[in-house]
């Protein structure tokens, strides 16, 4: 059952927020190591969805799925005895919330159709926004409105591509379901302006999330402010995930043969974000507002994106 891979730090999480501070850690991890080995056992099996019109397993979902899994892992590993030495306000809350942040993390890997995409990345924003306020200073504060108004405006744009995209697909008299795979596989029919322009606002919409240049103006300020555990989360899983709509989104491209055009964009956006930012790092003084500087790896693979976008990313 795929669903399972959310829905069990779904449940998890819910009920860590009624839990004492030592049983949560516990749960906290144990909830990581069952994540892990149920990712691993969809990498393996590829079971069909019971809401298939709504969830699939496909390769480039299932490997974000596994470094969502596997960092996770290793990440509630070290808040064990992270939250030992801190002290946060309301541990069980942030326990709480670094669970369900990871059943919206994982709900965006499994999800294929378009809309339930979109619903998955506007819940990662609202799954994330208290772990940045979670020392509960007027700095924190100013970080978590400057991220969940920033990631909402760009949410909003990347809602507006996807209804380019079904426009796209009435006047080309398309009659699919608004599956990625689905639109993939008529691609052809679709209308290209249309289409050109849901892609650039997806392109922009999921690009803030990702903190692509000019739209990255959010990401120091809550690395900075979100405890360790989150942060590292922030800089190592959640720009995967709004990576992934944007690569789902260019395969289409790629499929009705604007390749060359999403390309094109896809480099300038790429370079735009990756050549600011080393001398923008020597002005930190925060190391952790450094952390997603060296996350550009996933800004600079925005310009091999075409290419592997056509080959289909078959996978293993």
């Keep these: 059952m795929v669903e399972l891979i959310f829905l069990i730090p779904l449940v998890t999480g819910i009920l860590a927020f009624f839990l004492p501070k030592s049983p949560g850690?516990?749960?906290?991890?144990?909830?990581?190591?069952?994540?892990?080995?149920?990712?691993?056992?969809?990498?393996?099996?590829?079971?069909?969805?019971?809401?298939?019109?709504?969830?699939?397993?496909?390769?480039?979902?299932?490997?974000?799925?596994?470094?969502?899994?596997?960092?996770?892992?290793?990440?509630?590993?070290?808040?064990t005895a992270y939250l030992k030495e801190s002290e946060i306000q309301a541990e069980n809350v942030f326990t709480g919330f670094m669970l369900l942040f990871l059943a919206t993390m994982s709900m965006v890997t499994v999800s294929d159709h378009?809309?339930?995409?979109?619903?998955?990345i506007e819940a990662t924003t609202l799954a994330s926004a208290p772990l940045i306020y979670t020392h509960r200073s007027s700095a924190s504060l100013e970080a978590t409105w400057k991220y969940v108004?920033?990631?909402s405006v760009g949410i909003a744009m990347a809602l507006l591509g996807s209804v380019l995209i079904t426009l796209s697909m009435d006047i080309g008299s398309v009659n699919a379901a608004l599956s990625f795979s689905s639109i993939t596989g008529?691609?052809?029919?679709?209308?290209?302006?249309?289409?050109?322009?849901?892609?650039?606002?997806?392109?922009?919409?999921?690009?803030?999330?990702?903190?692509?240049?000019?739209?990255h103006t959010w990401l120091p300020d809550a690395h900075s402010e979100a405890p360790s555990p989150a942060s590292a989360l922030f800089s190592g899983v959640l720009l995967n995930c709004a990576y992934l709509g944007i690569f789902k989104t260019n395969k289409i491209m790629h499929a009705a043969g604007l390749g060359d055009f999403s390309g094109t964009i896809l480099m300038v956006f790429g370079l735009m974000s990756i050549l600011p930012r080393p001398p923008l790092s020597l002005n930190r003084t925060n190391t952790k507002e450094c952390w997603p500087i060296p996350a550009s790896r996933i800004w600079a693979s925005l310009l091999s994106a075409p290419a592997s976008a056509e080959s289909g990313c078959t996978g293993p």
């Design 114 to 120: 378009i809309m339930v995409f979109w619903i998955a």
């Design 149 to 151: 108004l920033i990631c």
């Design 186 to 215: 008529v691609a052809g029919k679709l209308d290209p302006f249309w289409l050109k322009a849901g892609f650039i606002f997806i392109l922009v919409g999921y690009g803030t999330k990702m903190g692509l240049a000019p739209m």
């Design 25 to 79: 850690r516990w749960l906290l991890m144990g909830t990581g190591a069952l994540h892990l080995a149920w990712s691993l056992f969809l990498w393996t099996s590829r079971p069909e969805a019971v809401f298939n019109r709504y969830f699939a397993v496909t390769p480039e979902g299932l490997l974000s799925l596994l470094v969502i899994s596997f960092l996770f892992f290793l990440i509630s590993v070290y808040a």
